[in-house]
C-alpha cells in the first residue's frame, strides 16, 4: 500500500539522513524546521520502522534510537547488524562492516540487538 507523503514525513526523514547517524526522538523532534507534536513525531519514525525505511536501536538506557536504512530493501530489511555506542560523545551508529558472531551449538539466533560501547574514532 503506497502511503501519502506529507510534510512531517519529509521533515523527520531529512533531520535523520542529515544526521547520518541513529538519533532518538527528542533529538529529532529538536532538529526539525516545522512545528509537528510529538506524536506525530512518534507515529511517523513508527511507520517508517515498519515500511523499512528506518531501522530502531534500543540502547541499553532503553531509549529507542532510529536509523536511515542504507544497506536495505523493502524485501530485505534487517535490522540485525551491530551498533556502536561512543561514551565520549554518546553518538550511536550502524557499523559500516559485518562483525562476526557465533552461538552455541544447538543455539539458533533468529535477530540480534546489540551494541558495542566504547570511543569512536573521534573521541579515541
Known sequence: ???RNTPAKEAVLEVLKKAGK???H???????NIDIDRATVYRVLNRFCDDGILHRVVAEDGKQY???CSKCDSEKHSDN???FRCTGCNTLECLPTPVQFTVPEGYFAESI???????CKNCA
Open 1 to 3: 500500500m503506497r502511503r
Open 81 to 83: 547488524h551491530f551498533h
Open 66 to 68: 532510529f536509523a536511515v
Open 113 to 119: 540487538n546489540c551494541i558495542i560501547n566504547g570511543r
Open 22 to 24: 541513529a538519533l532518538n
Open 26 to 32: 527528542e533529538t529529532v523532534q529538536d532538529n526539525l
